[in-house]
T-cell receptor
Framework: DTAVSQTPKYLVTQMGNDKSIKCEQNLGHDTMYWYKQDSKKFLKIMFSYNNKELIINETVPNRFSPKSPDKAHLNLHINSLELGDSAVYFC???????????FGNGTRLTVT | LAKTTQPISMDSYEGQEVNITCSHNNIATNDYITWYQQFPSQGPRFIIQGYKTKVKNEVASLFIPADRKSSTLSLPRVSLSDTAVYYCLVGDVSGTYKYIFGTGTRLKVLA
């Protein structure tokens, strides 16, 4: 019944590795997002997709590549992981512009 | 882009009413104001949304003055479980789905 689900919940990996985080929403929303929350708890938008089309790419290194196979899924692939990528990554979705965001419970990525 | 400013932290005691004010001087005509609550190890959760005047639901009230340059989230009779970070957001003026989170207000409810 989880509205926005992310996997995995925890991800520990070494520098230089490639990893993916998956997100699925069962709310029928058209728009999905990735946010990054750093150690100081700032939430920064990374990407936004509307109907599988990328509409926001917020100055994120091109090591980060989102992919939306359909409206219900938005995955995040990260190449050549760096220490500074350690953070909690949140997936979210919304119905229409200005409608509330629904967040997943986050993926805590630790790069060693 | 509308930017929000909130107090960094607040303390309150159980049973008190808590008011958290957010400034958004550059709010655009079409922007809505939305508040979220975040507990540790969880994603932010929608609390309330409004455009003008007053909105109320079972969890909170939202007061928005006529000029809409600020808003106040009111939590009635808080309990320990209301300890969380509260974020105020305004919608992006260009409609590009870019919801910008501010620093949030860390509310600590004391027994």
């Amino acid at each position: 019944d989880t509205a926005v689900s992310q996997t995995p919940k925890y991800l520990v990996t070494q520098m230089g590795n490639d990893k993916s985080i998956k997100c699925e929403q069962n709310l029928g929303h058209d728009t999905m997002y990735w946010y990054k929350q750093d150690s100081k708890k700032f939430l920064k938008i990374m990407f936004s997709y509307n109907n599988k089309e990328l509409i926001i790419n917020e100055t994120v290194p091109n090591r980060f590549s989102p992919k939306s196979p359909d409206k219900a899924h938005l995955n995040l692939h990260i190449n050549s992981l760096e220490l500074g990528d350690s953070a909690v990554y949140f997936c979210a979705s919304s119905h229409i512009f200005n409608s509330p965001l629904h967040f997943g419970n986050g993926t805590r990525l630790t790069v060693t | 882009l509308a930017k929000t400013t909130q107090p960094i932290s607040m303390d309150s005691y159980e049973g008190q009413e808590v008011n958290i004010t957010c400034s958004h001087n550059n709010i655009a005509t079409n922007d809505y104001i939305t508040w979220y609550q975040q507990f540790p190890s969880q994603g932010p959760r929608f609390i309330i949304q409004g455009y003008k005047t007053k909105v109320k639901n079972e969890v909170a009230s939202l007061f928005i003055p006529a000029d809409r340059k600020s808003s106040t989230l009111s939590l009635p009779r808080v309990s320990l479980s209301d300890t969380a970070v509260y974020y105020c957001l305004v919608g992006d003026v260009s409609g590009t789905y870019k919801y910008i989170f501010g620093t949030g207000t860390r509310l600590k409810v004391l027994a």
